[in-house]
């Protein structure tokens, strides 16, 4: 079955650096796009970067120049580089995968930005 574990979140002061990591499973990782998604508290969940299979990014707005998507296809894992963390990027951070036409979501890493 398919499995998304994300890990590396935390609690970071404003102008610092994180990078999450999710572990996937049970799908042929290499040819699907992933995406990172967040959700702050009273907010909905909003897409933060994807990577397809061949690599081609997308980050929205408010990330550009800050974080980074990438992928290892030999260790099934896809990873966000967050640098210049600011207060507002405080949320609990997912992996998402659309596989087959269902939409997997991983459990999710808390991302705290305070001083």
């Known amino acids: 079955q398919v499995q998304l574990v994300e890990s590396g979140g935390g609690l970071v002061q404003p102008g610092g650096s994180l990078r999450l990591s999710c572990a996937a499973s049970g799908f042929t990782f290499s040819s699907y796009a992933m995406t990172w998604a967040r959700q702050a508290p009273g907010k909905e969940r909003e897409l933060v970067a994807a990577?397809?299979?061949?690599?081609?990014?997308y980050y929205r707005d408010s990330v550009k120049g800050r974080f980074t998507i990438s992928r290892d296809n030999a260790k099934n894992t896809v990873y966000l580089q967050m640098n210049s963390l600011k207060p507002e990027d405080t949320a609990v951070y997912y992996c998402?995968?659309?596989?087959?036409?269902?939409?997997?979501w991983g459990q999710g890493t808390q991302v705290t930005v305070s001083s």
């Open positions: 990577i397809t299979s061949g690599g081609s990014t």
């Open positions: 998402n995968a659309g596989v087959d036409g269902i939409n997997y």
